[in-house]
């Protein structure tokens, strides 16, 4: 069993919620410190080690979940150099939980979120 902290399209009930639904052993809520950028259709997250907190889903899933995970997030090792994102290792910010978050390790320029939350950004964006 793998532990990923998600909070953007795969979060349950999002757009690529199926990437993994299939792989899916536990969900539960949780968040980490980091703040949100929109990428357009998606979000990015950069850690921090300010008290900003996003919020998500902490999911376990299965080898083969995170090999898809890995391929919609273009993520190809360590540090590689065609990674659109990095995975990095992870603590909740209170609860007694850590795992893998998908993140960009800078803002490439892009517009930050202002909140907390993808699904609420996501839902004020279609209004």
């Known amino acids: ?9 795969l979060l349950v009930g999002e ?7 299939p792989y899916l052993l536990e969900v539960q809520p949780g968040a980490i410190h980091g703040r949100l950028y929109d990428v357009g259709p998606y979000p990015a997250l950069i850690l921090t080690d300010d008290e900003h907190k996003v919020e998500g889903e902490w999911i376990a899933v299965t080898e083969e979940g995170l090999a898809a995970m890995d391929i919609l ?12 994102y990095e995975r990095i290792w992870v603590r909740d910010a209170t ?33």
């Open 73 to 84: 997030e273009t993520y190809y090792g360590p540090r590689h150099a065609d990674n659109e």
């Open 15 to 21: 757009s690529n919620h199926h990437v993994v639904s």
């Open 95 to 127: 609860l007694e939980q850590a795992g893998w978050v998908y993140c960009y390790p800078n803002s490439r320029g892009l517009a930050a979120i202002h909140g907390s939350s993808w699904k609420t950004y996501l839902h004020n964006k279609k209004v």
């Open 1 to 9: 069993m793998i532990t990923v902290f998600v909070y953007g399209t």
